[in-house]
């Protein structure tokens, strides 16, 4: 009788609490886990990435990534696992100021910490936590803009802070909606759920 042995076993579930050294000291133990995340002390491992979350995720890096490559002082970042308070979130899509030049974010070793100015997360299965213990994680730690892709209601929620809270950006009467931080970055809404992306002439 043949018996599959794991070799690779898992040393933390979701639900699991840790504090956040040991959460990162046992994930660099499991070189196989690509995707996990630390909220306020509560270990989360997201399901497997759909089709459709896939799609969009690669819609959204195309197009912070061709406003990254403008501007001289912002970086776009995809999946990094972030240093925040005793957290450790992994959104899907971040964007800062460079540190040298003035960011708010910095890098501690090989982690990006404290709060990039503009993430984003593509949410599906992982809607209940994107709005909810992610949302007060990145308001608390001082994420400036936060967009939320909400697959199921094809709807995008960007949200600015203020005062220490988030507050919907409304879309304009040309139906786009424009970071309050960065300047020329916007998004078209209609464009963006029916993938029409500017192409290169032939």
């Known amino acids: 009788m043949t018996h599959l042995v794991h070799l690779d076993p898992l040393l933390f579930e979701a639900g699991d609490r840790l504090g956040r050294d040991e959460f990162l000291a046992r994930w660099e133990r499991m070189p196989a886990l690509r995707f996990a995340e630390l909220i306020d002390g509560v270990v989360y491992l997201p399901s497997p990435v759909s089709l459709e979350h896939a799609r969009n995720d690669h819609v959204l890096q195309l197009w912070a990534g061709l406003y990254a490559s403008r501007s001289a002082d912002v970086e776009a970042l995809s999946n990094g696992t972030w240093l925040m308070g005793e957290s450790a979130p992994q959104p899907d899509l971040a964007l800062r100021v460079r540190p040298e030049l003035g960011g708010q974010s910095h890098d501690a070793g090989k ?92």
């Open 111 to 202: 982690y990006p910490a404290s709060a990039p100015e503009f993430v984003a997360e593509v949410s599906g299965s992982t809607r209940s936590y994107d709005l909810g213990p992610k949302l007060s994680l990145y308001a608390r730690e001082g994420v400036r803009e936060y967009l939320a892709v909400l697959l199921e209601e094809r709807r995008l929620e960007w949200r600015v802070l203020r005062n220490g809270c988030f507050e919907l950006i409304p879309l304009d009467n040309s139906g786009i909606r424009r970071s309050i931080i960065f300047p020329g970055l916007w998004l078209d809404e209609r464009a963006f759920w029916t993938k029409d992306i500017p192409r290169d002439p032939a």
